[in-house]
């Protein structure tokens, strides 16, 4: 594989490696849905602590997924990578089709 190749299958491993945890992927669907959100929304949504939501935002905004803006004291996130939708709607297709295999394989 060649240094380009091997760039840019990198780049996407540390997009998908952002993802790659249950707060997070709560996050970027609650931003799917919505069209920003404060830290101090998303610390409740979650259920951590603040500290622990801005290292998960900070992840994601890194990977190109998010960005944000500062209002005063406040910071909103919203949206960067819109085309996340389609990759969430594939991995739930991927869920229905794994349901039916074990159902199919339980009669």
């Known amino acids: 594989m060649d240094r380009a190749t091997r760039n840019r299958y990198e780049t996407r491993a540390q997009i998908v490696k952002a993802l790659a945890h249950p707060a997070r992927l709560l996050i970027v669907d609650e931003l799917s849905r919505h069209p920003e ?14 500290s622990t939501v801005s290292r998960h935002l900070s992840l994601l905004k890194n990977a190109g997924l998010l960005e ?9 996130y919203r949206l960067r990578a819109k085309c996340i939708t389609k990759f969430f709607e594939c991995i739930e297709s991927v869920i229905a089709r794994n349901t039916e295999i074990h159902a199919e394989l339980r009669v």
């Open 37 to 50: 959100r404060c830290v101090c929304e998303l610390t409740e949504l979650v259920g951590s602590d603040m």
């Open 68 to 76: 944000d803006e500062k209002r005063g004291q406040m910071v909103f």
